[in-house]
């Protein structure tokens, strides 16, 4: 491929779709995929190079099933963004709010506004499959009386107008989205971020063991998550991010990590998406600007 083919969840105007023009620029090729197995398929059949995959929220907490397939599909993150989450209500210009009948988004989405339509009874929540995908489809078939809830990328592409800015509940509300591919990328120098995940026996302090190991090689944890191994009842992989300072120390961490757990494996080592000034790493993108 001599253009990257970016493999996203959901369709152009998108979240993902704005987390793709962040990380890559204006100039990008989208492969728009309607879950994320289809954008993990594309990305095994080569039809994609590269996959962008939401993988926590502040509000909805951690994608799990995503973390899965990363791993099932031996997946290499080679980095992350951090997207403020921004919901605007849209439909077709000309309309007002007491024009619209029904509203159709994501049932997160709607889920995130629900506080916002009580000031509107007459208007009737429809889940749907993607956010941007129901801007698209208002736009194409001249959808009167039906709004969407989507970013405000979407409005801007679908000539849609907006009715009403930020109509989420909860505005503090942002979302980790890591870049991914099939290939082991070679380590960059500024790489100072690991993805990791590692199993380990019922051995009592087993955990606390391998903390300790990442302390005192000067690894900063910044999050774990655990999941069941599905073939061993009670017994968890763990995920886990670091960041680092120097390489060196990282290489060390590692090396101690994969003696002391059971089978360990680097998910990616990338650049940390947030910024080192800022203490709210969530306030560093923002979709609305």
């Not at 990008?28 to 954008?39: N, Y």
């Not at 439909?91 to 009948?101: K, M, P, R, S």
Request: proline fraction near 3%; charge should be negative.
């Amino acid at each position: 491929m001599n253009k990257n083919i970016i493999a996203i969840q959901g369709a152009e105007g998108s979240n993902h779709h704005k987390v793709a023009q962040d990380f890559y620029g204006d100039d990008i090729q989208l492969k728009e995929c309607m879950s994320f197995d289809i954008l993990v398929d594309s990305l095994i059949d080569q039809s994609a190079n590269i996959g962008i995959m939401a993988l926590e929220n502040t509000i909805a907490g951690s994608i799990i099933p995503n973390y899965a397939l990363i791993d099932k599909n031996n997946l290499q993150i080679i980095g992350e963004e951090y997207l403020n989450i921004h919901h605007h209500l849209m439909a077709l210009a000309g309309q007002e709010i007491d024009d619209i009948q029904e509203v159709w988004s994501h049932p997160m989405a709607l889920l995130q506004c629900k506080e916002f339509f009580k000031k509107y009874p007459h208007i009737k929540m429809v889940e749907d499959v993607d956010t941007a995908e129901v801007a698209k489809r208002i736009a194409q078939k001249q959808l009167k009386g039906i709004a969407a809830i989507a970013p405000k990328i979407a409005a801007e592409i679908f000539g849609l107008a907006i009715l009403e800015d930020d109509i989420q509940t909860i505005k503090d509300n942002a979302t980790r989205f890591v870049i991914v591919q099939t290939d082991v990328p070679s380590i960059d120098e500024n790489c100072n971020k690991a993805s990791i995940k590692f199993q380990l026996n019922h051995k009592r302090g087993s955990l606390a063991a391998i903390l300790n190991a990442m302390s005192d090689c000067k690894m900063n944890l910044t999050k774990i998550q655990s999941l069941p191994v599905i073939e061993t009842p009670w017994k968890y992989s763990f995920f886990v991010d670091v960041t680092f300072e120097e390489y060196k120390e990282y290489q060390k961490a590692i090396s101690l990590i994969a003696i002391m757990a059971e089978n360990f494996k680097v998910l990616g080592v990338y650049k940390n998406g947030r910024h080192p000034s800022t203490l709210n790493p969530f306030q560093e993108k923002n979709e609305s600007i």
